[in-house]
């Protein structure tokens, strides 16, 4: 099943590139440890999750049907992006990457971002352990229709 066949597909594809982005410590000491461009960082990848559906202030819930296939997809978002600002408040939004990777908190906040990852790919027929796209090729996948 495509993206594209939900209404507001552009706000999930940035919600699922956010969700993979969060969900692979790996990805994260190889790219955003190492500032290799192309990917932004922590604080680029949880603007790109709250930026349009502001899941900073209300539940994934309010998307069922427009951005989420279910109550299933909207529950796990919820717990990845309670995790992920909770550590963001705490930390600091320009805080250096390493703090983040290093918070006590953050290989739960993963392993949400992972639930969820997986899940919605899922659902979307796409494999979840594929290497996260970087943003251009994010840039190009929301401009297609």
């Not at 594209?4 to 994260?28: C, G, I, K």
């Not at 680029?44 to 998307?63: I, M, Q």
């Not at 296939?69 to 919820?78: F, G, I, L, N, S």
């Not at 550590?87 to 290093?102: K, N, S, T």
Request: glycine share 6%.
């Amino acid at each position: 099943m495509p993206v594209n066949d939900m209404p507001w597909w552009r706000w999930r594809t940035n919600v699922r590139s956010a969700l993979h982005m969060l969900s692979d410590p790996v990805f994260q000491r190889t790219y955003w440890l190492e500032a290799r461009p192309g990917y932004g960082d922590v604080t680029d990848a949880v603007y790109r999750l709250v930026e349009d559906t502001w899941l900073d202030h209300w539940s994934a819930d309010k998307y069922v049907g427009s951005v989420f296939r279910d109550a299933e997809e909207a529950a796990a978002v919820d717990a990845a992006v309670l995790r992920v600002l909770r550590i963001l408040h705490q930390v600091g939004a320009d805080a250096p990457v390493a703090a983040y990777l290093e918070h006590p908190g953050w290989a739960e906040a993963c392993g949400a971002a992972r639930a969820a990852h997986v899940l919605l790919a899922g659902n979307d027929g796409e494999d979840a352990d594929e290497p996260p796209k970087s943003l251009d090729v994010l840039a190009i996948m929301l401009r297609a229709v």
